[in-house]
């Protein structure tokens, strides 16, 4: 495991949640700088990505005024504060790394990724 997600859990919807990520072990020099999700039976999809000085940030539309992605780069660690959850936000939670520049949305430019973490919102 090269980065390491945390905070999700069981949620009622219009709750609120935060999740975190940061690099594991030896892999301290990873910078986690995107979310992305997968509902069961569905592919991986964009939720949010942000540039490495956080100062610019992309959202998928779904999300779009109810989730914040943020940094702390003196922890190297990527949040996703998310908030007003819906049950069709029920997935696992991935965060992942790239190497280049910008806010990437396509997960095939992410070279390096998180284990995951569930997020269930109930009705």
């Not at 495991?1 to 990873?30: D, E, K, N, W, Y």
């Not at 908030?83 to 991935?94: G, I, Q, R």
């Amino acid at each position: 495991v090269q980065l390491q997600a945390s905070g999700g859990g069981l949620v009622q919807a219009g709750g609120s949640l935060r999740l975190s990520c940061a690099p594991s072990g030896r892999t301290v020099s990873i910078n986690p700088k995107g979310w992305f999700r997968q509902a069961p039976g569905k592919e991986r999809e964009f939720v949010a990505a942000i540039n490495w000085s956080g100062d610019v940030t992309s959202y998928a539309d779904s999300v779009k005024g109810r989730f914040t992605i943020s940094r702390d780069n003196a922890k190297n660690t990527v949040y996703l504060q998310m908030n007003s959850l819906k049950p069709e936000d029920t997935a696992v939670y991935y965060c992942a790394a790239h190497t280049g520049v910008g806010v990437p949305s396509a997960p095939s430019v992410y070279n390096y990724w998180g284990q995951g973490t569930l997020v269930t919102v109930s009705s």
